[in-house]
């Protein structure tokens, strides 16, 4: 056994895991704590911020004991967390005054249309597209109409600030850069606090946390963990990049859990680009690492919906099977939670073309499937025209260990894509992070660490091809009926 160890933990939708990790990048101990199903009413989705809090602890705390029992001393914590969740809280006690405002919620978007005409230069300070999807429009709606209305003292910010400050007890509300940007009220340039953002959303005047880097000196977590510091706070899928050793210009993750994410990293410079959002990987006081991500909205949930909606499976395990076993050229455009990165549409309905008497719920199933990669090469396509060149793929996420989805992101990318050997990617590079802080690892130390897993040769594929164009005559028709 180690003498130290790392504690990464991935504050998700669904759960809390937490993993400790051994200096030399071995997984010693994983837990996970699953969270009850978020409230969803029409375009509200909200989780219960104490249960979310107690999750943490709880998992922090089962991996705490089981690598101290073991005789391994815990260095330092890592806190990743769902960037555009966000909630408030009274600054004298920290308590929650709203729930936690999921980033699929899209309570704001009549907002988000009165202020339409300042896109261009929301995406100019920000780095991002309005959206109803970023905190902005969510914090306006709690200052005005939530909970918190009319609270003084109340401290407005995302939920990572929220769980830092309990974990650490301590009263200086803080927010590292990752999660800041997210709010888009950050100026991505200045990475302060931007005046004309916050007027362009009506939010002038609110208490905000500090920003800080994401590699920072947060503060001891006490609880199971004695007195260890939490040395780490970043956004999911910025850790998740780390967990994936994605550290050298060029180098793209992608990540198909709920969502779907791909980041390539773009080195210590920024990179604007029209159609996609420029992202703060991971920082120091004095260093500065950049991303170019695009999104897809529903991976996750699009096959839970395929699942409980349409019941074209019963079992997750029965998906990768109805994939190799689909035969007709279906292709379905899924439009749940709308299209992120680089089509930006919000209520887009979903469609399947090509269905006949032949169709089976394999073919059903592999479309939606298919869907995930085809907004993949959409991306990356974006990604070139902004000036850089994707490449040295891998693939993570829950997705992941369907061979039938490997396969065909690496043909469609006409690359190959090497699969992740860890699964817990977002935990992994929270851990590392907060190891690369205490300086028990430099980024060439992750990068070894993470080299492991299978490659996937990326093949011709007329069938596959032939359905890509299909799946984007698809959307452009759908987007079109649904203005009639």
């Excluded at 104490?50 to 914590?77: T, W, Y």
């Excluded at 969740?85 to 009165?114: E, Q």
């Excluded at 455009?333 to 919000?346: D, K, R, S, Y």
């Excluded at 452009?476 to 009639?484: G, P």
Aim: some cysteine; aromatic content about 6%.
């Amino acid at each position: 056994m180690p003498a130290g160890c790392f504690i990464g933990i991935d504050q998700g939708s669904s759960a809390t895991k937490a993993v400790a990790v051994g200096t030399e990048g071995q997984v010693l101990f994983e837990t996970r704590k699953d969270l009850a199903p978020p409230l969803r009413e029409g375009n509200r989705v909200e989780h219960d911020a104490d249960e979310i809090l107690r999750s943490v602890f709880d998992a922090l705390n089962g991996s705490v004991q089981a690598v101290r029992s073991a005789g391994v001393q815990v260095l330092g914590i890592g806190l990743s967390c769902q960037r555009s969740s966000c909630l408030a809280w009274r600054g004298s006690t920290g308590a929650p005054l709203t729930p936690v405002i999921s980033w699929r919620d899209t309570r704001g978007s009549a907002l988000v249309a009165s202020i339409r005409d300042q896109g261009p230069e929301v995406l100019r300070l920000s780095g991002l597209p309005l959206t109803p999807y970023y905190s902005a429009s969510k914090l306006r709606w709690i200052r005005d109409a939530g909970a918190a209305a009319g609270q003084p003292g109340a401290v407005y910010g995302t939920l990572s600030s929220f769980l830092a400050r309990h974990l650490t007890g301590n009263t200086r509300d803080m927010i590292d850069h990752t999660h800041a940007a997210r709010t888009q009220l950050m100026n991505i340039t200045t990475l302060a606090w931007d005046e004309e953002l916050l007027r362009l959303f009506g939010l002038t005047g609110i208490v905000l946390p500090e920003i800080v880097p994401s590699g920072h000196a947060f503060g001891g977590v006490p609880a199971a963990a004695g007195d260890v510091p939490l040395l780490a706070c970043l956004g999911d899928q910025q850790a998740a990049m780390l967990g994936l050793g994605v550290l050298d210009r060029g180098d793209t993750g992608i990540n198909l859990g709920t969502g779907g994410f791909l980041m390539v990293n773009t080195g210590a410079g920024l990179v604007p680009a029209q159609d996609l959002m420029a992202s703060v990987h991971y920082s120091y006081e004095k260093e500065r690492h950049y991303l170019l991500e695009g999104s897809v909205n529903a991976v996750g949930d699009a096959l839970e919906w395929a699942r409980t909606n349409l019941g074209l499976f019963r079992e997750y395990g029965e998906v990768d099977d109805l994939c190799w076993k689909a035969v007709t050229d279906t292709v379905a455009f899924i439009g749940l939670n709308g299209t992120g990165a680089p089509h930006w549409e919000t209520g887009i309905s979903s469609a399947f073309h090509g269905l006949g008497p032949a169709s089976t719920a394999a073919d059903m199933v592999r479309a939606v499937v298919e869907g995930f990669v085809f907004f993949i090469r959409d991306i990356t396509e974006a990604v070139r025209r902004s000036g850089i060149e994707p490449g040295s793929f891998v693939l993570a996420g829950g997705l992941s260990s369907l061979t039938y989805l490997c396969q065909v992101q690496a043909d469609i990318l006409r690359a190959d894509v090497r699969v992740s050997a860890g699964r817990e990617a977002s935990a992994l590079g929270a851990a590392f992070l907060a190891g690369m802080r205490h300086g028990a690892w430099t980024a060439g130390d992750v990068r070894r660490m993470t080299a492991q897993g299978e490659v996937v040769k990326g093949a011709a594929n007329p069938g596959l091809e032939r359905r890509y164009r299909t799946w984007k005559e698809l959307h452009r028709v759908t987007r079109e009926l649904d203005k009639r």
